[in-house]
Structures are given as structure tokens and as C-alpha cells.
């Protein structure tokens, strides 16, 4: 896959490293089944020994890892989540690493959810906005939002309250 402009592209062992206007990102990878190289302003993945389906898939995931760093790079991925509340009124705010969801079905102890890497996490009434360079962070962090509002031992029909993709 060709390497655009304004970015960098280095391997080291088993670390490949891209470098843009927005970003730096870093991935580890498997050097015993797969073999890295930038050449020409074109970075190659190609496996090594014996083409099998686990090394192809691998190889699919990484060239995929690749493309996602290669634009993360460069630009911010964005996701929106809306807070939906019936019976209780929630307030959701944001503490260094932590996110705090307070009243959540009125309960007395907030529940709380991990922000993932250099992840921000911006709050403006019943919509939360996650942004950030790293798109497995990004998702990570919103799977964390939204599984910590997550209603157990309760009839979903009737208690919809959660936080949910916009």
C-alpha cells in the first residue's frame, strides 16, 4: 500500500511506528509469521514460510491495522453517544482517566468507565463526543461508556435508560 504524503513509516524489529501532521502511532506485530518492509514509498506485509489461513488473516488484520494508523495519522476518528435517560435524571462527567455516570437508575454509587490512550472525552448535555488518533482506542473507550450503563436483572423493554451509539 502506498504511503501518503506528510507521513513517515519506520520498522524496527517487531514495531512499526507512523508518523503524521496529527499524530505518532505505534503497533507491535508478530515477526516470526510476518515480514514488514517500506520500500519505494510503498509499505509491503507478506508472510513468512507457508501461506496458511491463520498467517493470511493475520496478515488481512495487520495490513488493516496499517491502513486505520496510516489515517489516524493524519486525522482524528470521531464517534457520538447519547445519554438516554426515563426515570432518573443522569449526569455524566469527565475525571482525568475516568469517566463517572452518577444517578444511573438512581443509584447512589456513580459508575465509572476507562477513557483508553490520548482519548478525549467531551460532554455537552445527553451527548458525548469521543475523539482521538487511535481508532482501537476510540472504540474502546465508547464500548467502555456504553457497557458501564449496561441494565442487568431488569426488564430492557421498560428500563431503555443507557448510553447508546448516535
Known amino acids: 500500500m502506498l504511503i501518503p504524503e506528510n507521513t513517515t513509516i519506520?520498522?524496527?524489529a517487531d514495531n512499526v511506528t507512523v508518523k503524521g501532521k496529527a499524530a505518532t502511532l505505534e503497533k507491535k506485530f508478530s515477526p516470526r509469521v510476518l515480514k514488514v518492509a517500506v520500500e519505494n514509498n510503498e509499505v509491503?506485509?507478506?508472510?513468512?514460510?507457508?501461506?496458511t489461513r491463520r498467517v493470511a488473516a493475520m496478515q488481512g488484520a495487520f495490513e488493516s491495522h496499517l491502513r486505520n494508523m496510516i489515517k489516524g495519522s493524519n486525522e482524528s476518528y470521531e464517534k457520538k453517544l447519547?445519554?438516554?435517560?426515563a426515570h432518573f435524571p443522569v449526569s455524566v462527567?469527565?475525571?482525568?482517566?475516568l469517566i463517572q455516570i452518577?444517578?444511573?437508575?438512581?443509584?447512589?454509587?456513580?459508575?465509572?468507565?476507562?477513557i483508553k490512550g490520548k482519548t478525549k472525552v467531551v460532554?455537552?448535555?445527553?451527548e458525548i463526543t469521543v475523539t482521538g488518533n487511535d481508532k482501537e482506542d476510540v472504540g474502546q473507550t465508547c464500548s467502555n461508556i456504553i457497557k458501564a450503563t449496561r441494565i442487568?436483572?431488569?426488564d430492557v423493554r421498560v428500563f431503555q435508560d443507557g448510553i447508546y451509539y448516535a
Open 10 to 12: 519506520t520498522v524496527n
Open 44 to 51: 509491503t506485509v507478506n508472510p513468512i514460510g507457508k501461506k
Open 82 to 85: 447519547t445519554l438516554v435517560y
Open 93 to 97: 462527567e469527565v475525571k482525568g482517566e
Open 102 to 114: 452518577k444517578n444511573f437508575l438512581g443509584e447512589k454509587t456513580p459508575r465509572t468507565a476507562k
Open 123 to 126: 460532554v455537552k448535555g445527553q
Open 152 to 154: 442487568t436483572k431488569r
